[in-house]
């Protein structure tokens, strides 16, 4: 997702890191041995990618879609076998197949634009394929949404998910002047710890679900539901009945165990319909 200036590249959230103090922080904080092997998405310059290597992981793959950095990663690569490049759309690699052996951390610097459909492409393919640990910088206001806690007006599909299915915590605030081009936003560095990394895989129906519910934030779940997932009405005021749950709740007020008891009527409801 990075473009051909530097302006065009702010604008769209992409800034790469420069401070060697905060790329030593992300890769202790990673935790990286000898047998890890670790993905990185968008290393630019490659500034963070040889901390990475200096942690000696087995193997690091690295996703760049940018050839301008060919310059810089390739002889990266020609000296460290251990390196391999992926010419590619971070949302374009298909995380399930495309690495062999797959990665089992994720260590990265995200362009902003592309933060919330990144994060959910690593949940829904990399971690059931073998990642179970992300170390994410991210801009502070996005890592504040995907740890916002389920039942609070900051809740979201994702931060719901990641509640669900992992451990999530910021480790450090990090000043615009980390970056270049510097942002005129903080930055924060995300820990993801995944519990439950096949959950996704296993029930593929859980996005569709979330989404429909938190579709318009305004209206009642009992709205959403009816409307985006094209349900009776009367069967969705049972299932809320069965849940204990008041008919004008929103998305935004239910807790972990509030969704799941719903997701488990619907799911039957609708393995169940012709």
Not at 213 to 233: C, D, E, H, I, Y
């Amino acid at each position: 997702m990075i473009r051909r200036s530097n302006r065009k590249t702010s604008k769209i959230g992409q800034n790469f890191l420069v401070d060697g103090n905060t790329a030593r922080f992300m890769c202790a904080a990673a935790d990286i041995r000898p047998d890890d092997r670790i993905l990185e998405i968008g290393p630019g310059k490659g500034m963070l990618t040889r901390h990475i290597l200096e942690a000696q992981p087995s193997l690091l793959y690295a996703v760049e879609l940018d050839k301008r950095f060919f310059a810089e990663l390739t002889p990266l690569a020609e000296i460290n076998p251990n390196l391999k490049i992926t010419w590619e759309d971070a949302l374009s690699v298909d995380y399930r197949t495309s690495f062999d052996p797959p990665p089992n951390k994720v260590v990265a610097n995200i362009p902003y634009q592309i933060t919330t459909e990144l994060v959910w492409k690593l949940v829904e393919e990399a971690a059931p394929s073998g990642s179970i640990y992300f170390i994410l910088m991210v801009q502070k206001e996005a890592a504040e949404r995907l740890c916002a806690s389920p039942g609070s007006r900051r809740s979201n599909p994702l931060s719901v998910t990641l509640a669900k299915i992992a451990s999530v915590d910021v480790l450090l605030t990090v000043p615009p002047a980390a970056f270049r081009p510097s942002p005129k936003v903080e930055s924060a560095l995300l820990q993801v710890r995944l519990e439950k990394p096949l959950f996704i895989k296993e029930n593929p129906k859980w996005r569709v679900f979330l989404e429909s519910a938190f579709k318009q934030r305004r209206k009642t779940l009992l709205n959403n539901f009816t409307a985006s997932l094209r349900l009776q009405r009367e069967q969705v005021i049972t299932w809320f009945e069965n849940c204990d749950l008041a008919l004008n709740r929103r998305a935004e007020e239910l807790n972990v165990q509030q969704w799941d008891a719903l997701y488990s009527y619907w799911l039957k409801y609708s393995r169940a319909a012709p």
